[in-house]
């Protein structure tokens, strides 16, 4: 039988509001910090996504509303995802026997704290353990390069008391960096390095004062000491990511990097790229693990715009296991090259890739939107009479009308084979330009195709086309799994039953799509006409 515990689970209701966001949100007080100016909180909104937790004066705090609480409920609360699945090193796939709602403090009628004992497993009780001490960032801020950017989540670093001893600091300096330690925690050797009690200690016991950590964006290792890091980046040799070029697109560069061949920079880059992840876990493992990160060239360096990881060999065939985007280089396409070039492994594995569940809110956003992009582009391009590559010059044929479904011999003739390839007027910083060939849609798709021609009044000839395929076969093309092709969909309300099959024997529900609905998605989400990775870049 397995060992459990009895452990008091206080139920938390918000008592307080603090104005964010110009207007009233309900916090839960999670730390509080008696100062020399002024008491400060940590607060976590209770409508708002964990990352938006800060330390704010306690004078912000005002009364809870007392309709607010009268019933002794917890006000509306966006549902978070499983805190289980992996960073880019392991995973705890296990579940809390605690749920969120669980996490809010009630009090009776007498004002005391209620609590509740809740019997878990030993596996539980380390989750609820490893979830207090995640409540709160033990960083506000990370010092990376020429950025310094606000954390959102806990990582485990593992400071030492005497971490500047093996760093290059003069004898007399290393007498000003003392009072910077970590007290209590006494220096981790290589060998207790993967433990996890020792990674947690250096995230424990932190004041507010001395909470910005200094990273080296070029091997990422990782100090407390503003002076310690200077000298560090004076020192580090390392100008790109120790690994292989996988795709260049003018200063872009996606690296390959082997976590069992790059250990210790793998370790350092997981924990860095836990200050931005929440739902994942982490011990220090990589072996199993391949890393791959966009840097942008300048001069000198490539510095790091973001990376993902993948497992080397899936069982469930997911195709990348986290993903980040540093907050400065979001919103400009990079994450969309990132995942593009993560399917672009699997189609070129001969599998249907998927992210590793559960996603994070900004993760879902990302992935919806590349999966409605790519369906968008492959409707439009099979909904279309004319082939992709005749751009949108007028098809000009002579003695016979033009054979659609078969669009290389009509363009062949005469000079019409340049039309085949479209001019690209933008590119990224330092990519030459050059011309990109427009493919046309296999003969397997072409095959679902037939084309429907009506006569005119006026002797002309309207041509209509008309598709007929599964739910599978879009996914099939598309190179995604069908139950993200069909999440993708309905998300664009394209699943909406139209009546039954009539050629099949077991009815089954067809669906109905035409191009206008197509367009009219394309339009609501801004669909872009191409993809960001162009195959022509990839050196695999």
Known sequence: MPITHIVPIPHQVPLHTVNKHERDEPVIILQELITEIEPRVYVHYVNLEKRNDEWVPKSLLKPMPS???????????????????????????????????????????????????????????????????????????????????????????????????????????????????????????????????????????RLIEKEILYVCDMCFKYMTDASTWELHKKLCTMNHPPGRKVYQRGAHTIWEVDGAKEKLYCQNLSLFGKLFIDIKTLFFDCDNFLFYILTDATRNNDHMLGFFSKEKVSYDDYNLACIITLPPFQRKGFGRLMIEFSYELSRRAGKAGTPERPLSDLGLRSYLAYWVSTLIRFLRKLLEVMPMSAGVDPLISRGTPPDFRSPSRELSSDDSFASRRRKRNKGWQGETLEEEIVEDIDEKLASFRTFITTRNSDGSASVHVKIHCTLADIADATNLRVDDTAFALNEMGMLKRWGKHSDSDDEQPMVVLTREMVEKVAQERGVKDESVLHLSHVKL
Request: aromatic share 6%.
């Open 67 to 205: 309709t607010a609480t009268s019933n002794g409920t917890v006000p509306s609360k966006k549902r978070k995802r499983s805190s289980s699945n992996r960073l880019t090193v392991s995973t705890s796939r296990s579940h809390s026997a605690v749920s969120d709602e669980d996490r809010y403090e009630r009090h009776d009628t007498n004002g005391q704290l209620a609590m509740e004992e809740v019997v878990m497993t030993e596996e539980e009780y380390d989750l609820q353990h490893h979830k207090k001490i995640n409540n709160r960032r033990n960083f506000v801020q990370v010092c990376v390069g020429e950025w310094l950017i606000k954390t959102w989540y806990f990582s485990p670093y593992p400071l030492t008391e005497n971490e500047d001893a093996e760093t290059s600091i003069p004898p007399q300096e290393r007498s000003a960096s003392v009072a910077n330690r970590i007290p209590g925690v006494y220096r981790i050797t290589n060998r207790s390095h993967g433990r996890t009690s020792d990674m947690l200690a250096g995230g424990m016991g």
